[in-house]
Each structure stands twice: as structure tokens, then as C-alpha cells.
């Protein structure tokens, strides 16, 4: 059984940017969750995605937006990068009927 | 808006000692409580959940529930210093129908086991 995967693993940008982040669900799983850890905090819930549609969001501007594809791979893309958008982006799978969620490794995205 | 609370720590144990971590949540209705575990500059691993009062063991680690005070504990029994990482505890938050919710995440407690 094949875990979370995400890409890419490090990703260096400047202000005004856009980036696109990816994440492959655990085999089965058919929800996707994004969240965003600052240095020191607890990851914070971004959106989540259930049947190619965004099922719930947390209290990110619109710039933040996804996509969730026929085989639950999800993407996370981030318009007009800031400053404080520098975090770890985590992508959890979860099975369905279960609260359990399942990290993958994450992104490391740093905007200069 | 339901809220978790941790002590970030750090907690020093010596090798071999029980490490107690704490955790409060504010919203009464929660009915399931996630422990997980994060290593410095890795994603974290869930270790621990529990839904219902009382205790749950697996291998060193145990989780304890009480409802009423709003409080879940993680024990983690002859601590090695591979524990030592975060740990993070977390509730569902809302549910959106048809799948589940998102989780909400305390800053976590920075366990630190000393040899």
C-alpha cells in the first residue's frame, strides 16, 4: 500500500508568484485535506476536497485554491505569494467514513 | 470556534521515565481525539486516537480521556530518546457532510528525553 505522496519537497519563490503543489493519495483514500504549518504552530486547515469538489475551508483567502483529479491526486496552488505564506504545506488522505488522517511528507515553500 | 490548547514545552524526561503530555479542548460535543507525532522538519505521524472516556494502551503509549474535563493525555511509558519529537493533538472539526472534517491542531508540546 502506497502512503501520501507530495511534490515537490522543497520550493523557493519570490513575491507576486504563483506556485502549484501536489499531493497523490493513499490507495483507497478518497478525501484530501491541505493544511499549512508555520515554524512553531500546528497546521492549519486550508480546504478539503471529497469527489472533485471542495468540501469545507479554512480561513485562507481566495487566492488559495485546489483541484482534486478522478484518482483523488489533489493540487495546491497559491496566487500572488506573500511573505508569510513561507510554511510547511501538508496534504492528508483520509478513508472514507474515518476522522483519521494521514500526512504526507510535505512542501517546504520559501517566498523571498 | 473550537480550539485545542498544549503546553509548547519543552518537557524534559530522562530516559526511561513516563512522559505525560497534556491536551484541552474547548468544545464539549468533540467525540474523537488524535495524538501525532512530529519529528523536526517531517510531516506528522499519527501515533494515538481515542473515542471514548477512560484509557487506550498501545505498546508505551497510552491515551486517556476525560470528557467531562475536557482533557486527553498522552503517556508514553520508558521514554527513549527517539521520542523525542512533537506532539501534536488535534479534534475533527466541522464536519461537511459526505466525508470527513477537517482537523484542528493545538501548537503542540516539544518532548525532549534526555539519555
Known amino acids: 500500500e502506497t502512503g501520501v505522496t507530495q511534490s515537490p519537497t522543497h520550493l523557493i519563490k519570490t513575491r507576486g508568484q504563483q506556485v502549484t503543489l501536489r499531493c497523490s493519495s493513499q490507495?483507497?483514500?478518497?478525501?484530501v485535506s491541505w493544511y499549512q504549518q508555520a515554524l512553531g504552530q500546528g497546521p492549519q486547515f486550508i480546504f478539503q476536497y471529497y469527489r472533485e469538489e471542495e468540501n469545507g475551508r479554512g480561513n485562507f483567502p481566495p487566492r488559495f485554491s485546489g483541484l482534486q483529479f478522478p484518482n483523488y491526486s489533489s493540487e495546491l496552488n497559491v496566487n500572488a505569494l506573500e511573505l508569510d505564506d513561507s510554511a510547511l504545506y501538508l496534504c492528508a488522505s483520509s478513508p472514507g467514513g474515518s476522522d483519521e488522517q494521514f500526512f504526507g511528507p510535505g512542501t517546504r515553500l520559501t517566498v523571498l | 470556534q473550537k480550539e485545542v490548547e498544549q503546553n509548547s514545552g519543552p518537557l524534559s524526561v530522562p530516559e526511561g521515565a513516563i512522559a505525560s503530555l497534556n491536551c484541552t479542548y474547548s468544545d464539549r460535543g468533540s467525540q474523537s481525539f488524535f495524538w501525532y507525532r512530529q519529528y523536526s522538519g517531517k510531516s506528522p505521524e499519527l501515533i494515538m486516537f481515542?473515542?471514548?472516556?477512560g484509557d487506550k494502551e498501545d505498546g508505551r503509549f497510552t491515551a486517556q480521556l476525560n470528557k467531562a474535563s475536557q482533557y486527553v493525555s498522552l503517556l508514553i511509558r520508558d521514554s527513549q530518546p527517539s521520542d523525542s519529537a512533537t506532539y501534536l493533538c488535534?479534534?475533527?472539526?466541522?464536519?461537511?457532510?459526505?466525508?470527513?472534517?477537517?482537523?484542528?491542531f493545538g501548537k503542540g508540546t516539544k518532548l525532549s528525553v534526555k539519555p
Open positions: 481515542i473515542y471514548s472516556n
Open positions: 488535534a479534534v475533527p472539526g466541522m464536519n461537511y457532510g459526505g466525508s470527513q472534517g477537517n482537523l484542528i
Open positions: 490507495s483507497g483514500h478518497n478525501t
